[in-house]
């Protein structure tokens, strides 16, 4: 081999090796140089008390600083930001009972080298240390919220509602004296379906608040006339029950007695309601005067649920009813539900004209009724169809049912009886008229009749004539001191032995608890709100 090409040859392999060499020196150079610094890592977890946040994270060589955010939206939108150069932060002053996410970066010199963002976790703080109850859910309506607090510290002096979504007031609520010794305020006029913080007040210093959701509106329907902030008691007028369209359902508010004067009279269909709220007793109707129709009017439904409907005995009830209708009209239904009723001459008379198909009262105690009792058709003209009397308290009724014109059906079913009717007169009177559908009587309990003004007073009453009506009985009981005139008593009646006054609590005062644990009916019988 030429000795001059192998000198040649070995020189270019040592200069391509020396190339190799150094290139492999460069890159590794390269490598071992990092862009940016490393992302700070947790130590320990997030801390927090009260309205504040700490935590602390690992030191990154050759960092200048570190810059920590946090937020309540996962970053959407920073609420603080800080830069500092220790690696712990205390975020204070934040929100109550609210989570929070926190991350961090370290900093270099070189701005190009800084970590990117770690995220450390996310914490929620501590609720604000309130005397303020979170309200059940039971005690959070459409339009009411009920709130309790603990009287502790200086004496609370009120609430302030402010809606969630921007802060607005909404109102400020005065708590009364009474309100602290009840330590609890019910709050209402709000809207269903809205959220509300409700502040709590003594003076000017917070002591508590709650964020609350009204739920969806309780009393439903697609036409609702809402009465229950109004305050004037004459709203109920003819003039304005025209004015509402048919359908209409009114809702009154509690604690309030609206007067019904003169004559009402109503040509289209309308349902009041007490509206939902804590404590108040139901809107109360003063029955001055009496509801009627408009002549010629045809009618779906009157009702009346959890409405008091209220005359007066100091004159007698003369001339106090609930209804007493006295022209050419066409009412298809007229129900009661969870209503009282008291001190009225009569509920319903109908005296030349009304035709009615139905009338249900249920769950509803009536009392002190006079000479029209619960339910009279006073004319031959004028007919009511169907009378259903359900879960309810009759008491000191001079009579129950009477009519001068055939009827179709009567259904009484888990009522209690006492001082109805007054003797001599009949529980139901239909003369020799027909019910041509038959009477159904179920589970009812008939305390003593209610005595006749004579002197010495006479004690027997009436029970059901003509005898020859058709009549469905079961599950009925008397007390050993109702007297029946004996060709119409109620067949089947089973016998309680003991008096009124040893069944139930205490007649005299409207309670009819029953008292008497061996009596056989004290499960079935009877209004079922008396029952042991």
């Known amino acids: 081999m030429n000795k001059k090409y192998f000198y040649l040859k ?8 020396g190339v190799l060499l150094m290139a492999g020196c460069q890159k590794k150079e390269t490598l071992l140089e990092a862009p940016r610094l490393f992302r700070p890592v947790i130590s320990g977890e997030i801390l927090g008390a009260g309205n504040w ?51 961090v ?70 708590i009364l004296a009474s309100d602290i010794t009840n330590q609890y305020k019910v709050i209402s006029g709000l809207t269903p379906l809205v959220t509300y913080t409700v502040t709590l007040y003594s ?66 269909s309308i349902s009041f309601v007490s509206e939902v709220t804590f404590f108040a007793p139901p809107a109360k109707l003063n029955l001055a005067g009496n509801f009627s129709t ?20 100091a004159d007698g009830y003369a001339s106090r009813y609930v209804f007493n209708i006295n022209a050419v009209s066409t009412i298809a239904k007229i129900t009661f539900d969870d209503c009282k009723i008291k001190a009225v001459r009569g509920i319903l008379r109908t005296q030349a004209g009304p035709q009615i198909n139905t009338v249900t009262f249920n769950k509803c105690l009536m009392d002190s009724l006079a000479g ?3 339910v009279t058709c006073d004319n031959a003209a004028s007919s009511i169809q169907n009378v259903i ?30 001082y109805a009717p007054q003797s001599p007169n009949y529980f139901l009177d239909y003369g020799a008229l027909a019910v041509t559908g038959g009477i159904t009587i179920k589970n009812n309990i008939f305390g003593a009749g209610k005595p006749s ?28 001191d109702l007297v029946w005139t004996l060709s119409t008593d109620l067949p089947g009646l089973a016998d309680y032995t003991g008096t009124a006054s040893a069944l139930f609590k205490n007649p005299a005062l409207d309670d009819f608890t029953i008292i008497d644990t061996r009596f056989s009916g004290k499960s079935t019988a009877g209004d079922p709100r008396w029952r042991p």
Request: charged share 15%; hydrophobic share 40%; with cysteine.
């Open 53 to 103: 946040l700490s935590v602390e994270w690992t030191k990154v060589k050759e960092a200048a600083n570190y810059t920590v955010e946090i937020s309540s939206d996962t970053f959407k939108t920073v609420i603080k930001s800080v830069t500092l150069d220790t690696n712990v932060v205390v975020f204070d002053n934040l929100g109550w009972l609210t989570l929070y996410q926190i991350h």
């Open 389 to 418: 009397i359900t879960n309810s308290t009759i008491s000191d009724a001079q009579k129950v049912l009477t009519s001068k014109s055939n009827a179709t059906s009567v259904w009484i079913e888990n009522c209690t009886f006492y």
């Open 372 to 374: 029209y009792g619960v």
């Open 453 to 480: 003004a004579a002197t010495p007073p006479v004690l027997t009453v009436g029970g059901f004539r003509p005898a020859s009506i058709n009549i469905t009985s079961a599950g009925n009981f008397k007390t050993s």
């Open 203 to 268: 003076g000017t210093t917070v002591r508590g608040y709650e964020t609350i959701t009204t739920v969806a509106q309780i009393i439903n329907g697609t036409n609702i006339v809402d009465l229950s902030q109004e305050t004037n008691a004459d709203v109920l007028t003819s003039a304005y029950l025209s004015s509402l369209s048919n359908g209409t359902l009114v809702i009154l508010k509690r604690g309030m007695t609206y007067n019904i004067t003169g004559v009402i009279t109503m040509d289209k």
């Open 294 to 313: 408009v002549a010629s009017s045809t009618i779906s439904e009157i009702s009346f649920k959890t409405i008091d409907l209220i005359g007066a005995a």
């Open 105 to 174: 970066r370290a900093n270099a010199s070189v701005e190009t080298k800084n970590s990117g963002f770690s995220f450390l976790g996310e914490r929620k703080t501590e609720k604000f240390p309130s005397i303020m109850a979170t309200p059940a859910s039971a005690d959070i309506l459409d339009k009411a919220v009920l709130l309790h607090w603990t009287n502790t510290g200086a004496n609370v002096t009120n609430f302030k509602v402010t809606l969630k979504s921007d802060g607005s007031l909404v109102k400020d609520v005065p």
């Open 10 to 17: 070995n020189s270019v392999l040592t200069l391509v090796l």
